[in-house]
């Protein structure tokens, strides 16, 4: 026979605190949240006169606590280039398989139905038909695409397209375990000097193999996360382990295929929510 009488002692906030605390341990590990990251939370709890408090209340202080680590989202801004005269520059990796052409397309809708003037650039020639997919994307939006097969060509591509508010660079998704391939997207990088840099992951990375990727990116010191797929993940504590991990700003979500509409700048108070609440 199951013995009911702790679940029901939670349901009626009746527990001691270390239990509510062990209720919400689980509860975010069952959403894969780092290990550390989680007694980092609960040490706020606690810091936080949390020995008082009911189920309710500690859960509400939690949300607190992961909305500041989360933080504010920080989307393309093309304020800072009015100045300057020339145009934002942004390049996309991250593994292969996570959404960034589709992704990058949905950007590029966006800025082109805010009449801004888009420029899109591939150097995804690896992937079979890659090419052929962002350029139905262009001709949807009328947009030009410039195909680069070295990480040579790349700035001349970028000065061709001067007179654009906006260029979006595509990358081949890389194996950060094959180092041959790693270097090339390396050099390709640093040809660009890009005005910013979005590092994309799937929602439905592990922490594991999130632990891999952000030691791999390592070399970009200055990028923002954007995560894809969210309608495809039942849990995503990776994008509170990734802030933990990198320290960087998050940006925008996906959750379909859509384009532009299944995209959005993230909702830092439904991440959080989705992370700090039993699931029903």
């Known amino acids: 026979k199951v013995d009911t009488t702790k679940e029901e002692a939670f349901k009626e906030d009746a527990l001691p605190f270390e239990d509510n605390i062990a209720y919400l341990r689980r509860l975010l590990f069952e959403r ?11 040490e ?19 949300s607190k606590i992961m909305t500041l680590l989360v933080g504010e989202p920080q989307p393309i801004n093309l ?11 942004v390049i996309f990796l991250g593994p292969t398989g996570v959404g960034k052409t589709t992704t990058l397309a949905k950007i590029a809708a966006d800025f082109t139905f805010k009449n801004k003037k888009v420029g899109l650039i591939t150097a995804d020639t690896y992937r079979i038909a890659a090419v052929e997919q962002l350029k139905t994307y262009a001709e949807i939006l009328n947009l030009q695409v410039t195909v680069v097969y070295s990480p040579g060509e790349i700035q001349e591509a970028v000065n061709k ?23 090339e997207l390396k050099s390709l990088v640093s040809a ?12 439905n990375t592990s922490r594991i193999a999130l632990r891999e990727i952000v030691e791999y990116y390592a070399f970009v010191k200055d990028y923002k ?12 504590g990776i994008i ?19 384009v532009p509409d299944d995209m959005s700048i993230a909702n830092v ?9 039993e699931r029903r």
């Open 192 to 203: 660009v000097d890009a005005d910013e840099t979005f590092l994309v992951i799937n929602s």
């Open 269 to 277: 108070k439904q991440i959080v929510a989705d992370r700090s609440e």
């Open 79 to 89: 304020e800072v280039e009015k100045e300057q005269q020339k145009p934002h520059v």
């Open 240 to 258: 509170l382990n990734a802030r933990y991990m990198t320290g960087k700003p998050i940006s925008y979500t996906t959750n379909g295929q859509s």
């Open 44 to 62: 706020k709890i606690r810091e936080r006169g949390g020995n008082s408090m009911k189920k309710e209340e500690m859960l509400s202080l939690s």
């Open 161 to 183: 397209l001067s007179d654009k508010d906006l260029i979006l660079i595509d990358t081949a998704g890389r194996s950060h375990k094959n180092k041959a391939h790693f270097d």
């Open 32 to 42: 894969d949240v780092e290990p550390k990251l989680i007694e980092k939370i609960l």
């Open 225 to 236: 996360l954007l995560f894809t797929k969210l309608d495809e993940s039942p849990i995503c």
